[in-house]
């Protein structure tokens, strides 16, 4: 969640849409079909709700605090120490490896932004007293319980005491519920590296041959740098660590985002090299356009064809006609391409349990070089960048072949302690499952059991025949043991007053998959799968769509399906000399 402002003079809104232009816009704006419609998806537009009314205590702006019993409902760090704390020997993953969950990652920052609100004045709200939430309804913060091991539950004057958190800006332009806005394109369109923002876009160009703007160090290119970053903690050192400029201003929050965003950078300038001789009068505008255009299918194909496989598995990827399967017409104006509110703060957050404590750094010999980069001590920090003895290249090759943690109910240790911390600050960061819940519940996200009653009716009015398995309303926790381990279900009994309490974010990590092809079970895998269905469906310059100006041409589609993400990734990792066919495994 963002807290930096916007200038909206920066998006560009025509009154009308050339549908024969061949290229889309940075803001998304004109991709929907219909005129009136012009705005939907589109940079600053809202985020819709796969569940139609908000789940409000007062019915349209306050936090849900209340249980279904009349109670209070426990504090997300409680939730957090009870079930999400890790085991003492970590879970990870028997198939996957650590590049798995940072694409999904890369996947998550260009499709949602979420603006923070702000003070009267646009200064940032300090919403990390307890009290806080009594003089705004724009905080939220985290109470700590009194048993807890990390975080002191007490002030230095004896108050209680609270992990910090600002509410989302409220998009509600008139009467209604509080509403959430989305500040990128939602789109799958790489507005991590091409923005979603004109003014950004021409910050990022050479303007010249078609070529992005790239920041060379001992030979090696990297991202352009960043000259006065508020939120790049090492730009502080002596001598300073510069964090880095891309379409994305969180390319900076870790390192391991590094790699993706140099990764990608590289590609493009390579296209456009290639297209600049091939078609030498060209202005530097379309060839920089043009190869946007080949760089965003290229990225959607390496979504739907690689990844997507992995997290929802074959079954889902059938149901929702998500398979590849070439040129078509693919667009339905009908559809909602926007971002849903249970999918990005919710189902789509699941990749934080797979989250390494550490990025390994690693050489093309699999030897350890540089030291492993802890995860909490580099939130913010660019120094290990700027570590000669490992490049770029060794993080990437350390996320190739090291683990990734397991999709379950357990995080790392700094994922619960230490996000956004100072170093040499203890406690001075946050707990992101912790967060994560309590975003839900401040965005008036509906809870579990009431999810899973509108994915039951929404498989029935899709198949009238039958509803997903597993998904239907629970009147007790014993009723989940169908869907959950018995430990599970045992301690949401012990943290939860009612079955009807259980937030979404912390069901959806506890179901067992029904597809043996899928990370997630099936609260997950369908808000997933829904929600990229609209991804596909909705965006009228969908990598497939043959039935638009700037369809790929059977020989683009060609090359794109053929160019895997091992190939991209392996050609843009100088010292790299081979790499795994599935990129993920």
């Not at 003079?9 to 889309?24: E, H, L, W």
């Not at 499709?111 to 724009?138: H, R």
């Not at 104006?333 to 990005?344: A, K, L």
């Not at 912390?506 to 899928?518: F, I, N, W």
């Amino acid at each position: 969640t963002s807290s930096d402002p916007l200038d909206l003079s920066c998006i560009d809104r025509p009154p009308t849409c050339d549908r024969s232009f061949p290229y889309r816009s940075i803001s998304g704006w004109c991709n929907h079909d219909d005129t009136a419609n012009r705005g939907l998806g589109s940079t600053m537009s809202p985020i819709r709700r796969f569940m139609g009314a908000a789940k409000y205590d007062d019915g349209f702006n306050s936090v849900r605090r209340r249980s279904a019993n009349g109670g209070v409902l426990p504090s997300t760090r409680l939730i957090s120490n009870q079930i999400f704390a890790e085991a003492s020997i970590p879970s990870f993953d028997p198939k996957y490896n650590h590049f798995l969950q940072q694409f999904g990652q890369w996947i998550a920052h260009d499709i949602v932004f979420t603006p923070n609100a702000v003070g009267p004045t646009g200064n940032a709200l300090d919403c990390s007293a307890c009290e806080s939430a009594d003089l705004t309804s724009n905080c939220a913060p985290i109470v700590v319980p009194e048993t807890d091991k990390f975080f002191p539950p007490r002030t230095d004057r004896g108050r209680k005491a609270c992990i910090r958190l600002t509410r989302a800006i409220n998009g509600q332009m008139g009467l209604g519920q509080r509403a959430q806005i989305n500040q990128n394109s939602h789109f799958l369109d790489l507005s991590t590296v091409y923005g979603s923002t004109d003014c950004v876009a021409r910050e990022l160009r050479v303007n010249r041959d078609g070529q992005m703007i790239m920041f060379t160090r001992d030979g090696f290119n990297l991202p352009p740098r960043a000259a006065n970053d508020t939120n790049c903690q090492s730009q502080k050192d002596t001598p300073p660590s510069l964090c880095f400029v891309a379409g994305d201003s969180r390319n900076s929050l870790h390192p391991g985002l590094i790699p993706m965003h140099t990764i990608y950078l590289r590609q493009h300038n390579k296209w456009a090299e290639q297209i600049r001789v091939l078609r030498p009068m060209w202005s530097d505008n379309l060839v920089y356009q043009e190869t946007r255009r080949l760089m965003i299918a290229l990225y959607q194909s390496h979504v739907f064809s690689e990844y997507l496989p992995k997290i929802i598995g074959q079954q889902k990827m059938r149901e929702f006609d998500l398979n590849p399967s070439g040129l078509r017409n693919t667009y339905d104006p009908n559809t909602n391409p926007s971002v849903s509110i249970e999918f990005c703060s919710g189902a789509f957050r699941f990749g934080h349990s797979q989250a390494r404590k550490d990025i390994p750094r690693m050489t093309n010999l699999n030897a350890s070089v540089g030291g492993h980069i802890d995860l909490g001590e580099h939130i913010f920090y660019m120094d290990s960048l700027y570590d000669k003895t490992a490049t770029v290249s060794t993080m990437t090759q350390g996320m190739l072949n090291s683990p990734g943690m397991s999709v379950d109910r357990q995080f790392s240790f700094p994922m619960r302690n230490e996000m956004f911390a100072t170093r040499g600050k203890k406690a001075s960061g946050v707990d992101l499952p912790a967060v994560n819940v309590q975003r839900a519940r401040e965005k008036g996200i509906q809870p579990y059991n009431e999810i899973r009653i509108d994915i039951s009716m929404y498989s029935k009015s899709l198949y009238c025949s039958h509803s997903i398995r597993g998904l239907s309303r629970v009147s007790s926790f014993d009723d989940l043991r169908r869907d959950m381990d018995a430990a599970n279900v045992e301690l949401l009994k012990q943290t939860y007053q009612s079955v009807d309490d259980i937030d979404l974010y912390v069901g959806l990590l506890m179901e067992r998959p029904t597809d043996p092809t899928a990370l997630l079970g099936p609260t997950g895998t369908h808000l997933i799968a829904e929600q990229f269905s609209a991804f596909k469906k909705g965006d009228r310059f969908y990598y497939e769509n043959s039935g638009t100006a700037g369809a790929l041409s059977r020989a683009e589609y060609d090359a794109i399906r053929n160019f895997s993400l091992a190939q991209l990734v392996c050609e843009n990792s100088f010292g790299m000399e081979q790499v795994q066919t599935d990129i993920f495994e």
